[in-house]
């Protein structure tokens, strides 16, 4: 999973921020966003479950210097933009 993390304001890419990816309410995995914004990790995904039937979600919790954001797509997207504000 991709995603990536930008300031609303400008649209610069945020670094060193924590994205966590989301399908439904359920936590799949987290990553660190990079020099560009940008995030990405593997999460293992049950064989029980429709996973494909979830709207993912990307997730940034906010922090001294911007607000939280999120975003949502479906997951044949692959990847999905948060855009913080502040």
Do not use: H, Q, Y
């Amino acid at each position: 999973m991709s995603g990536s993390l930008r300031s609303a304001s400008s649209g610069s890419p945020l670094p060193g921020k924590l994205l966590k990816f989301l399908a439904r309410d359920v936590a799949l995995c987290s990553a660190i966003t990079g020099n560009d914004g940008r995030a990405s990790c593997e999460a293992v995904l049950g064989s029980d479950t429709a996973w494909a039937a979830f709207e993912w979600r990307v997730v940034f919790e906010g922090d001294s210097a911007f607000d939280a954001g999120e975003s949502a797509a479906p997951p044949v997207l692959g990847s999905i933009e948060a855009r913080a504000s502040r």
